[in-house]
């Protein structure tokens, strides 16, 4: 049976008392930041997959290039420096929202956008320029553990801008309401998430690559 509170004169039932403080609970965000971070975790175990694949596969070139070869670090640094500079913008429009400054927090949305949207531009150019040198994920065991690992890194940026998009034009139409609150930052720890996972990628996939 369901725990039910009382009236505290009739003795009728009021409703399941778990179910009031489920419902307080998610009013909260509770849940919602709870859930969040369980994706967020289960995210962690997809990279660390793909990041053991690297290490396990990515010194086998099969006769074909090798990161040396291949990476260009001055345009990789210049990548690296958009999504850094991303997750301080990032940061700021967090200020803005505790500050309740709708059009500010839209600005610098906007801005973390447009250091995203460079990264992902920089990161197709490295993409397209390797597969016109013949280096396509078919060439080796190597090729193909690094265009997944950082092709999945790439497609989560992407989703982060459709998001950063949605939320942009929800903080316009509603404002800075608790609900969009609590979005913009389930937002920001997951775009701070890509970050460190890049700093991951740009270590172990390219720095150390070129000391192969």
Known sequence: MNAQTFGPMSGE?????????????????????????IYLMSDCLIFAVLFAIYGVLGSNYA???SPRDLFELPLVAVNTAMLLLSSITCGFAMLAMEEGR???????????ALFGAAFLAIELHEFSTLIAHGATPQRSAFLSSFFTLVGTHGLHVTVGLVWMATLMAQVGRHGLIQANKRRLM???????????????????????????
Do not use: K, N
């Open 13 to 37: 039932p009021v409703g399941p008392a778990f179910y009031l403080a489920d419902e307080e609970h998610h009013a909260d965000g509770g849940g919602t930041m709870l859930g969040f971070w």
């Open 63 to 65: 006769g074909g290039p």
């Open 102 to 112: 709708v059009r500010r927090t839209q600005g610098w949305l906007a801005a973390t």
């Open 186 to 212: 389930c937002l920001s720890m997951f775009w701070h998430f890509l970050d460190v996972i890049w700093v991951g990628v740009f270590t172990f996939v390219y720095l150390l690559g070129m000391l192969r």
